[in-house]
């Protein structure tokens, strides 16, 4: 293959992703089932969660996913021992862009770092707003009129890089934390795998 076309088939390669959960990953069955078009440009090449009986990894298995536990509690207070496991295996399976899906760990700068510009995150809340946990609860305590999800890019910070796509709802004056949740949770259902796309294709870089 000459220089050009070998560069040509790697820019048209699906890029291999790995989503790391730590829940039911139900964002990680909306990557999964996007994926599922042969037109994706990403493939789901690997599911990881650090909770070894989270409810995401027998999903990912039915869809023939191949899955994997890095059990954090097995490193202790040892993070970085942590992250290069989990390092290690995103290398073994060739892994090209991470997302994470309700992985409810904090990642450190250098494990963020080494992913740059090629690590996803989803937040149930319009960011700036509303960083950190109970995003719905807040959202209505605060009256907010308009809620949604957020994806961006990981930077070490939590919650804080920069905004690939966002998806807004209206907060009715009836609403529950769990009804606004199953709203914005539908949101986040469509622009996550709409996000993804946007980096796979290179169409949005940081
Ligand atoms: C989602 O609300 C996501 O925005 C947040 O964690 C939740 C994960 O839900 N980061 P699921 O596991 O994808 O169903």
């Excluded at 290690?88 to 409810?104: K, N, P, Q, S, T």
């Amino acid at each position: 293959m000459t220089a050009r076309w070998g560069w040509m088939a790697e820019a048209m390669a699906r890029k291999r992703v790995a989503i790391l959960i730590s829940g039911r990953g139900s964002n990680m069955a909306a990557l999964i089932e996007a994926a599922k078009d042969p037109a994706y440009p990403a493939d789901i090449s690997l599911v990881v969660s650090n909770v070894p009986d989270a409810g995401g990894l027998e999903v990912a298995k039915a869809s023939g996913i191949p899955t994997e536990v890095v059990d954090h509690k097995l490193f202790g207070t040892d993070r970085a021992a942590f992250e290069r496991a989990l390092q290690a295996m995103l290398e073994r399976y060739r892994i090209e862009i991470v997302c994470l899906a309700g992985f409810m760990r904090i990642l450190t700068a250098d494990f963020v770092g080494q992913w740059q510009g090629r690590m996803l995150n989803i937040h149930p809340a319009l960011l700036p707003q509303f960083k950190g946990l109970d995003t719905h609860r807040r959202a209505i305590e605060a009256k907010t009129k308009v809620h949604g999800a957020t994806v961006h890019f990981v930077v070490p910070e939590m919650d804080s890089g920069p905004t690939v796509l966002q998806g807004a709802v209206e907060v009715q004056p009836e609403d529950t934390e769990a009804t606004l949740a199953a709203r914005v949770l539908a949101i986040e259902h469509r622009i996550y795998p709409q996000a993804l796309k946007m980096l796979a294709e290179g169409r949005c870089r940081l």
